[in-house]
């Protein structure tokens, strides 16, 4: 328990002083720190990694090819969750915790409804499972990945470049939490995903 505690404290702390900085910086739209959506996103947080955790205990040996297949098959099937999240209207109902704030910021990434982890863990779980690749030996990937999805929430003016085109970046993930456009990028990691679909928009 304290080490989760000392975990949580060392990850909030961390990405409050980089983050911040870094909007401040080079902001998107300029906004005053946002310290109610902080302290939100900071305990929801704390609640979703213990759900997570809880729920992630699964055997770790897996080949680095099928956890290279399992990362793929995982950005697959959380790109079909995402939209049912937000076509669902009962799913609507928990996504909706994570689409509240505007102007996007760094915080938003740690705002999730319990259940709506619960879903993505659950999710993830069973596609790595039948990958042949349990949970635990693609979470090194996975948690850089959850970094990456801070970078990508910031409220930051990041440059256009071809970097778009291969992979999530906050200019394509800014898009998504547009609540006056049609909801569109629901890949999490390769925009690829949304054009083959039909659900890439710049």
Do not use: C, K
Request: aromatic residues 10%; charged residues 15%.
């Amino acid at each position: 328990m304290a080490r989760f505690a000392l975990g949580w404290l060392a990850t909030v702390v961390s990405t409050f002083a980089i983050f911040t900085v870094v909007e401040r910086a080079l902001p998107r739209r300029r906004s005053p720190i946002r310290w109610r959506a902080i302290a939100i996103g900071a305990a929801l947080l704390a609640v979703n990694a213990a759900v997570s955790t809880a729920l992630a205990r699964t055997p770790a040996p897996a080949t680095l090819g099928r956890s290279f297949v399992a990362l793929l098959a995982v950005e697959l099937v959380t790109y079909w969750l995402h939209r049912a999240l937000h076509q669902v209207p009962l799913l609507w109902r928990f996504h909706r915790v994570h689409h509240v704030d505007e102007p996007l910021t760094w915080a938003m990434a740690w705002r999730h409804h319990p259940v709506d982890v619960a879903l993505f863990t659950l999710a993830i779980g069973a596609t790595t499972w039948l990958v042949g690749a349990p949970l635990p030996a693609v979470l090194g990937s996975l948690l850089a990945l959850r970094a990456w999805n801070v970078v990508m929430h910031t409220n930051i003016a990041w440059p256009a470049s071809r970097l778009d085109l291969v992979m999530a970046t906050p200019s394509f993930h800014h898009r998504h939490h547009r609540e006056d456009l049609v909801a569109a990028n629901f890949a999490a990691t390769l925009p690829v995903i949304d054009r083959v679909f039909g659900t890439w928009r710049a």
